[in-house]
């Protein structure tokens, strides 16, 4: 059974507009949270994280979310840039495993 | 600086047919890890090592080995490859882990390896 989901496997938003990925996990014993950034034929990028102590962290444009009550994590793009069409990852660590949702896909249009 | 390299980035093989996917980082990482991602199944962990020596296992280790013993390379071993093996296989190192280093915990990952079993 998956620990982590990203039940949405598609986005898509308009340039310039906000953009807001989403991912649940079942388990409370992590201690980080990241987004990963993934472009076709290449490997993952690291993009932003928070620990668990923390409900927010910002990186520019890009914002996470951790709202351990709930087990959500979000990942929140303002503006979207047409740069930013890639695949995108939510990873949860705890005890030296990561664990990866399944990808959600964002097409930012210009 | 290469960073993460992955060696071979595609290879064919039969079942039964054993390889090995390459792993070299020039970072001075502590961790390394191996992760294979299927079509709606993300990145799941095989393998991974904390430093020279030491490895564990992953969420789906079955029919695959990895040993550690320089700091630099972590090679993934399969000694029998089965169809279930086709694959897209990253390998991925960082400084440390998060809870010794107080940091992100980022990952720095390789350009990945193509491997389809027939």
């Known amino acids: 059974d998956q620990q982590v989901k990203q039940n949405s496997p598609s986005l898509s938003v308009q340039e310039g507009r906000i953009s807001i990925l989403n991912c649940d996990y079942t388990?409370?014993?992590?201690?980080?949270f990241l987004w990963y950034k993934k472009y076709p034929a290449e490997g993952p990028t690291f993009l932003i994280s928070?620990?668990?102590?923390?409900d927010k962290n910002e990186d520019g444009r890009f914002t996470v979310f951790l709202n351990k009550s709930a087990k959500h994590l979000s990942l929140h793009i303002v503006p979207s840039q047409p740069g930013d069409s890639a695949v995108y990852f939510c990873?949860?660590?705890?005890?030296?495993?990561?664990?990866f949702g399944s990808g959600t896909k964002l097409n930012v249009k210009p | 600086n290469a960073g993460v390299t992955q060696t071979p980035k595609f290879q064919v093989l039969k079942t039964g047919q054993s390889m090995t996917l390459q792993c070299a980082q020039d970072?001075?990482?502590?961790?390394m890890s191996w992760y294979r991602q299927d079509p709606g199944m993300g990145l799941r962990l095989i393998h991974y090592?904390?430093?020279?020596?030491?490895?564990d296992q992953g969420e789906v280790p079955n029919g695959y080995n990895v040993s550690r013993s320089t700091t630099e390379d972590f090679p993934l071993r399969l000694l029998s490859a089965a169809p279930s093996q086709t694959s897209v296989y990253f390998c991925?190192?960082?400084?440390?882990?998060?809870?010794?280093?107080?940091?992100?915990?980022?990952?720095?990952f390789g350009e990945g390896s193509r491997l389809t079993v027939l």
């Open positions: 991925a190192s960082s400084y440390t882990r998060p809870e010794v280093a107080g940091d992100t915990g980022e990952l720095f």
């Open positions: 388990n409370s014993m992590f201690d980080y």
């Open positions: 090592s904390v430093g020279a020596g030491i490895t």
């Open positions: 990873a949860l660590y705890n005890f030296n495993k990561f664990y």
């Open positions: 928070i620990s668990s102590i923390k």
């Open positions: 970072m001075n990482h502590e961790y």
